[in-house]
DNA sequence: GTCTATAGGTGGATAGAC
DNA sequence: GTCTATCCACCTATAGAC
């Protein structure tokens, strides 16, 4: 009977994991070493034992999951037919990785916010010429085989993909009343859909212009 | 020679402009009412007094922004020609708007982060069916009369088009890394052009397919 | 590694003088 | 209307027992 606990039985990962809710959820002034002790059920004097106190909690938390993101974040993006499906792919991906971890896009969100993601900059950066960049390449690829219009900026035409699906997740609340004028949050469902709709949007946008004779 | 002071001569919009801009800036737990006193040059006591406490003094500030925005924001998005005019007028005035609320974007996401919009929920509502239902009607218009495709949801038409000016405005120096590869911020004329862009972006998306013999 | 106790500081609000 | 002084609650971090 080698462990009597949980996955997660390292107390490190127990506090990371209740701070990360906590950061994301009311920011990093918005609540207390408490807090994330007593939902981490541990004591809150150990929260600077572990990370040197509330910001190095602060910071192991978003890095952990940043790191999360940027090593197996987009890899299923790979492997596809043509730029256009890899569009498809990307928006997909995105979401099934948000809903996997989701506490990241508020967390992420509100480090730029408080901080223009000063606290994560090598991180974001990663992302930035990471997924982000393989996007933009995409868009060019699909342009040098004439399959999309080339009078659009690929970094541009990237972040037209990319901010919508940011928004639904990080403004969940206010996306549903947008999109369905109901009080309801958003269900993962709707998400997805509006993820398959962000990409069939974007493909039309990038579709060549046909002339009538062509 | 009646008032010596500038224009805001009353102390209370002295106090809630300078809520306003570190609210923005900060968050509601990230600032303390002495410093809001110092940054408006007024004693720190003097918010109880007009407004009951920090709580009274970020709502007064919210409210009094979001019904500028309420009221004059997306007047001049009327009179256009076609509903593919009204799409470019939309971006533009809205970030025209923007930059001369700078602090609305923020302060306006972060109570969405913070409180699911629960302190402004009236004036959000206000929003939602103003200006974001009077762009579902401008795509609705252009699918009546076959300028816009008809198999694209009005409103997830609407948000494609104005989550990307959100997230410009309100992750700004990321979008500058983002678009341009450099660390600054996006100038203000970088941000039209996005703007500009958006529109172009979304009239390609939503322009009707062409069968080879029509 | 985990706990208790506490130090040291700062938060927001208010009573009461002016 | 504005200011000073102050109260109390609560926060983070740490010393030291276990």
Same mark, same amino acid.
Do not use: W
């Given at each position: ?66 790191? &999360?993101? +940027?090593?197996?974040?987009? %890899?299923?993006?790979? $492997?596809?037919?043509?730029? *256009?499906? #890899?569009?498809?792919? @990307? ?34 950066? &990663?992302? +930035?010429?990471?997924?982000? %960049?393989?996007?933009? $390449?995409?868009?060019?690829? *699909?342009? #040098?085989?004439?399959? @999309? ?52 949007? #974007? ?12």
């Amino acid at each position: 009977m080698p462990r009597p606990l949980p996955s997660p039985d390292r107390t490190a990962d127990v506090i990371l994991d209740a701070a990360e809710a906590l950061f994301a959820e009311r920011g990093f002034d918005g609540c207390t070493v408490k807090q994330i002790g007593a939902a981490a059920r541990v004591n809150p004097a150990l929260l600077s034992y572990y990370f040197g106190g509330k910001e190095g909690t602060y910071r192991a938390a978003i890095r952990r999951r940043l790191q &999360a993101f +940027a090593a197996e974040g987009m %890899q299923d993006m790979g $492997d596809a037919a043509s730029p *256009g499906e #890899a569009i498809r792919r @990307f928006a997909e991906a995105y979401i099934r990785f948000m809903l996997r971890h989701p506490t990241l896009p508020k967390l992420l969100f509100r480090e730029v916010l408080d901080h223009d993601a000063e606290h994560a900059v090598e991180e974001v950066r &990663a992302i +930035a010429s990471g997924p982000f %960049q393989a996007l933009c $390449d995409v868009v060019r690829a *699909g342009q #040098a085989r004439g399959e @999309f219009r080339p009078d659009v900026d690929p970094a541009r035409a990237a972040l037209s993909i990319l901010s919508p699906l940011v928004y639904v997740l990080v403004a969940r609340p206010v996306a549903g009343i947008l999109l369905t004028g109901r009080r309801r949050g958003l269900t993962d469902d709707a998400l997805r859909g509006f993820a398959a709709h962000t990409a069939d949007f #974007a493909l039309a946008a990038l579709a060549p212009v046909r002339r009538p004779g062509a």
